[in-house]
Structures are given as C-alpha cells and as structure tokens.
C-alpha cells in the first residue's frame, strides 16, 4: 500500500541554521504531497504542497520540490527562527478522501 | 467561518466507559474524517464520511462508530473505551476532489483522550 517515510526526529538546530527535513513516499499513479505542521498545542495546518512532478511548494519560507524519480519530497528552509519549532508531517494524496501521513518530525530551533 | 471545532478537548474516561467526540464544520464540506495520532506513528485515518449517510471504514476503525446525519456533523464513538485508546483525535474536512486541484484538508485542534 502507499507509505511515508520521514527521517526520524528529534530535529535541534541553532536559529539560522539551514533546515532539511527528509520525506520519502511509496505510492502508485500520482499522488499529490503534502507537508502538514503542529505547532505547540495545536492541531495540523498546510504549510505547502505540490500536486504534480517537479512541482515547489512554498510558504513561510519553507520549500519543497515533488521529485518522481527519487520519490522524495524533502522539506528545506534556508535559516530557521525559534518560532518554526513544531512537529512537521509529510503526507500523500491520490484524490480520494485518505491522507497518508509519515511518522512526524518533531524540529526544536534554539536561540 | 470557525472552520472545525471539536469537543471537548480533554477527556478522562474509566475502562468500559462510552463517550463521543463532537465535529463540526460549517464550510459546507462534503467530506469528512477522524485521525488519531500516536506517538511516532504519525496521523492514523479512524473513519471518514464522503457525504451525509455515508460513511466508511478507515486504517484502524475497531472499538468506534460514526454516523453523518448532517454535513455539518461527524461525531465520534468510543464504544467500550480501552487503554489502547488513549490518544489524541483529529477530525478534518474537505471539498469534494476536484481532479484539478490539490487535497488539502482542514483540521480541527483535537481532543486529546485518556483511558485509565
């Protein structure tokens, strides 16, 4: 079945420090990716996603590029602020109802 | 809009106990779906609802019913709580796909759920 594979967390960086969160995906036909965040006592928000191959989702200024050869989707921003500490999930979508999460990521940014 | 609302949104509950968690939308969503979320194993699809009356069995849909009356509502049972089921639960919602576009759905904060 269709799978997501994240790298594992805990993820500590120093603020403005450069941010790789790895997402690898499992999937037949052509899922649309997501990555999902939780800050602090919240529930999951859209942070970007990409509907078809080479495709960059942005916002906040995170990034990520749908990659079909590679069937990744990893998550970049180039200097991360304390206030991007969270749990990030990447997720897949093949136009039907279910979303497909991988395991989450928690990221704490230290000042 | 207030977008999805759930309640309550902590719960203690004895072994055996029933309970249901509430889900609102009031974005005129056809779909709908309940998540539970465990430590490391990420977001887990519970049941869903593609429209009033209908509903189906997701990835883990053992000891909880669902029932879709309105398109407003989704609300959760948990039959005969068990420890396994503690956990915090996310309902979402979203359009109807559209081959055009993307998927995103909308979630609501949680409840976060403890059976003793």
């Known amino acids: 079945g269709d799978s997501v594979t994240q790298m594992e967390g805990p993820v500590t960086l120093s603020e403005e420090a450069f941010l790789t969160i790895n997402c690898t995906y499992t999937a037949t036909g052509y899922p649309s990716l997501f990555w999902y965040v939780q800050y602090p006592g919240e529930g999951l928000q859209l942070l970007l996603k990409?509907?078809?191959?080479?495709d960059k989702g942005s916002n906040k200024g995170f990034e990520a590029t749908y990659r079909k050869e590679t069937t990744s989707f990893h998550l970049e921003k180039g200097s991360v602020q304390v206030s991007d500490s969270a749990v990030y999930f990447c997720a897949l979508s093949k136009g039907a109802q279910k979303l497909v999460f991988g395991q989450g990521t928690r990221l704490t940014i230290n000042p | 809009n207030a977008g999805v609302t759930q309640t309550p949104k902590f719960q203690v509950l004895k072994t055996g106990q029933s309970m249901t968690l509430q889900c609102a939308q009031d974005m005129n969503h056809e779909y709908m779906s309940w998540y539970r979320q465990d430590p490391g194993m990420g977001l887990r699809l519970i049941h869903y609802s593609v429209g009033a009356g209908i509903t189906d069995q997701g990835e883990v849909p053992n000891g909880y019913n669902v029932s879709r009356s309105t398109t407003e509502d989704f609300p959760l049972r948990l039959l005969s709580a068990a420890p396994s089921q503690t956990s915090v639960y996310f309902c979402?919602?979203?359009?109807?796909?559209?081959?055009?576009?993307?998927?995103?759905?909308?979630f609501g904060p949680g409840t976060r759920l403890t059976v003793l």
């Open positions: 990409a509907t078809k191959a080479d």
């Open positions: 979402a919602s979203k359009n109807r796909p559209d081959p055009d576009r993307d998927n995103e759905q909308f």
